[in-house]
C-alpha cells in the first residue's frame, strides 16, 4: 500500500503502546519491501541556555540507541529500516521537514487521546495531519473492528476516493472488521426546502451506491449512510455512537484555507477518541 514510510517515536516513553503502536501500523500498511525511516525529534530550541553541549551530546546519543534497539526487537528482516535523531525546533515542524526531505508517502504516529489543552493550541497530530502533503496515519488505538469511511458525493470525479476505499476493504478484509461507508449532506443545504433536500439525498444516496459499488469488493458487506448536519460533528457523533475504532478519509492537499480555519480531516484527527487515517489527494 505505501513503500515509503515515516514513524515519528517518542524515544522517552517507555510504555509499547507509543513506540510499538505506530511501528506496527507502519508495518501493516508498508508489508515487504517497505523502507520505514524511525526519527525521534529533540526540541533543543526551549533547552537553549540551561543545557550545556555535551548534555545535548549524551541525549542525542540515547535517543539514537533507544531508536535503534525498537527497529532490533520489532522490525522484520524483509523491511528496510533507518533511524533518524531530529535536534532543533518545534516537534511537528520537525516532522514535516523530515518528511519532505525523505519524500515519504505517509506519517504514522501515535498520539492521545484529545485533551483540553489540544483543543486551545493543536495536537502534534493534527498539526502534521493538517500541514503534511502525504497521507497521515494517526494511531490511538491498535483495536480495527469497526471502521468509517467519509465520502464527499459533491465532487464530479470520483477517482480520489479510490485509495481510501480500497484501503478500507483491504483493512476491512485483513481484520474482519465491520465497515460504513457515509456521506454527510452539510447544514447548508438543509435550508433548501423539504422538497429540494428529498432530492439532494436521494442523488446522494445513489451516488454514494454507484461508489461503493465501483471502488469496493462485491463480496464484502458494507453499511452505507446518509446524513444531514456539519460535516465534522457528524462523524465524530458517528465516531461515538457506532464505537468507530478507525476513521479513513480523503483529504486534498494543505491550501492556504486550512491554515486559517483548518481542514475537516485534521479537525477530526484533533478530535476523534479513535485511530485517523488521513489519505492526501496528490491531484
Sequence with gaps: ????????????????????????????????????????????????????????????????????????????SNIDVDICV??????????????????????VMATHMPM?????????ASHVALHAQCSVFVVRTTACSKILVPVDTNYESDEWLEEPLQLACEMAQRFQASMTVVSIIP?????????QLDSVVNRARDKLDAIVAKYCPGDLHIDVNVIQGGICQEI????????????????????????????????????APCSVFVIRDES
Aim: aromatic fraction near 6%; charged fraction near 20%.
Design 1 to 76: 500500500m505505501y513503500s515509503n514510510i515515516l514513524v515519528p517515536l517518542d524515544a522517552n516513553r517507555q510504555d509499547d503502546y507509543w513506540q510499538k503502536s505506530p511501528l506496527q501500523q507502519a508495518i501493516e500498511i508498508g508489508g515487504a519491501g517497505a523502507s520505514i525511516h524511525l526519527m525521534t525529534a529533540i526540541p533543543f530550541h526551549w533547552m537553549h541556555g540551561f543545557y550545556p553541549d555535551i548534555h545535548k551530546h549524551a541525549l542525542v546519543k540515547e535517543s539514537k540507541a533507544k531508536l535503534e534497539a525498537i527497529m532490533e526487537n520489532e522490525c522484520p
Design 86 to 107: 531530529d535536534e532543533g525546533g518545534a516537534i511537528s515542524s520537525d516532522i514535516l521537514k523530515i518528511a519532505d526531505e525523505l519524500s515519504v508517502d505517509a506519517i
Design 116 to 124: 483540553v489543552r489540544d483543543y486551545l493550541l493543536g495536537s502534534h
Design 187 to 195: 447544514d447548508l443545504l438543509l435550508r433548501t426546502g423539504n422538497g
Design 236 to 271: 465524530l457523533r458517528a465516531v461515538k455512537e457506532q464505537s468507530i475504532d478507525l476513521v479513513i478519509m480523503a483529504s486534498h492537499g494543505p491550501v492556504l484555507k486550512d491554515y486559517v480555519i483548518g481542514s475537516n480531516a485534521a479537525y477530526v484527527a484533533l478530535h
